[in-house]
C-alpha cells in the first residue's frame, strides 16, 4: 500500500519512536505508523535508510532555527536551544548519520569566515552534546553565552 503521504507517516512514527528512546525497527516503525511493513518497505529498504531520514528531517528544522536569527549570537542559542529540546534527535542527527560538513555548511550562512564558522560550530557542537547528554546542569545557562561571546 503506498498511499500519499506514507513516507512522512513513516518519518514521523520514526521520529516519534526515537524521541521516547524506543529502537526504531521495522516492526515497531509499522506499528507507530500504523501502515503495514510492506508499505514501508515501499517507501525505505531498511532502517538505516529511514533514520537517515529522520536525521535530515531534523536537520532542516535545525536550519530553520538558526538562519531565523537575526545575527550569529542568536543563532548559537538557537542552535543549542535546539539540542535541548530534541536530545535523542541530536544525538541521532550527528551519530546515525554524520551531518557535520551540512552543519558546518549552515554556520559559514551565518558567519562567512570559513575558519570562524567552523570553530563557532565546533564549539556549540561540543556544548550542545553534552547539554543533550547531561540535562539541565544550571552551569549551560552560564557558560553558553561566554562560549558563544567568545566564538564570535
Do not use: N
Not at 512514527?13 to 500504523?34: G, P, Q
Not at 536537520?59 to 531565523?68: G, K, T
Request: aromatic share 8%; glycine share 4%; proline share 7%.
Amino acid at each position: 500500500m503506498s498511499r500519499p503521504g506514507c513516507r512522512q507517516l513513516i518519518v514521523a512514527a520514526a521520529t516519534a519512536l526515537v524521541d521516547r528512546e524506543h529502537a526504531v525497527t521495522l516492526r515497531a516503525v509499522s506499528r507507530e505508523a500504523d501502515v503495514p511493513t510492506s508499505s514501508i518497505y515501499q517507501q525505505f529498504p531498511d532502517v538505516p535508510s529511514i533514520l537517515l531520514a529522520v536525521c535530515h528531517e531534523t536537520f532542516r528544522a535545525l536550519e530553520v532555527a538558526v538562519l531565523d536569527a537575526p545575527d550569529a549570537y542568536a543563532a548559537g542559542i538557537a542552535y543549542l536551544d535546539f539540542a535541548v529540546l530534541h536530545p535523542r534527535r541530536y544525538r541521532v542527527m550527528f551519530g546515525a548519520a554524520d551531518l557535520s560538513s551540512q552543519a558546518l555548511r549552515l554556520f559559514t550562512r551565518v558567519l562567512p569566515d570559513p575558519d570562524r564558522a567552523m570553530t563557532f560550530w565546533l564549539g556549540l557542537h561540543g556544548l550542545a552534546d553534552q547539554r543533550a547528554s547531561i540535562r539541565r546542569s544550571p552551569q549551560f545557562v552560564v557558560i553558553a553565552p561566554r562560549l558563544i561571546t567568545s566564538l564570535i
